[in-house]
Nanobody
Framework: QVTLVESGGGLVQPGGSLRLSCVVSGPTQMNYAMGWFRQAPGKEREFISA????????LYADSVKGRFTMSKDNEANTVSLQMSSLKSEDTAVYYC?????????????????WGQGTQVTVSS
């Protein structure tokens, strides 16, 4: 069974930074393409970033491009999301997800495995 555990969320002031991590465990460890999504209260789940299985290809949503950086460490079975220049509109529960596909995947319906989520609140 594949499990994903996120950490690193919290309260941060506008303009600040946070780093989220997601540890993947299971029979094939990091043999997955990965993604980050978020869901704010009253809104649908939103794509943030995704990486291919190798980690060589990445894609970001326009809303976070230039502010967020996703990294994938296949040795450590970890994906991270470095978030900077945070805004109040970045407040949401952030989820990491994994799929058996090899390419970058931006649609949440194509992900088979999900973490429990970690809350990020950007407020002064």
């Amino acid at each position: 069974q594949v499990t994903l555990v996120e950490s690193g969320g919290g309260l941060v002031q506008p303009g600040g930074s946070l780093r989220l991590s997601c540890v993947v465990s299971g029979p094939t460890q990091m043999n997955y393409a990965m993604g980050w999504f978020r869901q704010a209260p009253g809104k649908e789940r939103e794509f943030i970033s995704a990486a291919s299985r190798s980690g060589a290809s990445k894609l970001y949503a326009d809303s976070v491009k230039g502010r967020f950086t996703m990294s994938k460490d296949n040795e450590a079975n970890t994906v991270s999301l470095q978030m900077s220049s945070l805004k109040s509109e970045d407040t949401a529960v952030y989820y990491c997800a994994a799929t058996d596909k090899t390419m970058v995947v931006i649609l949440d319906k194509w992900y088979e495995y999900w973490g429990q989520g970690t809350q990020v609140t950007v407020s002064s």
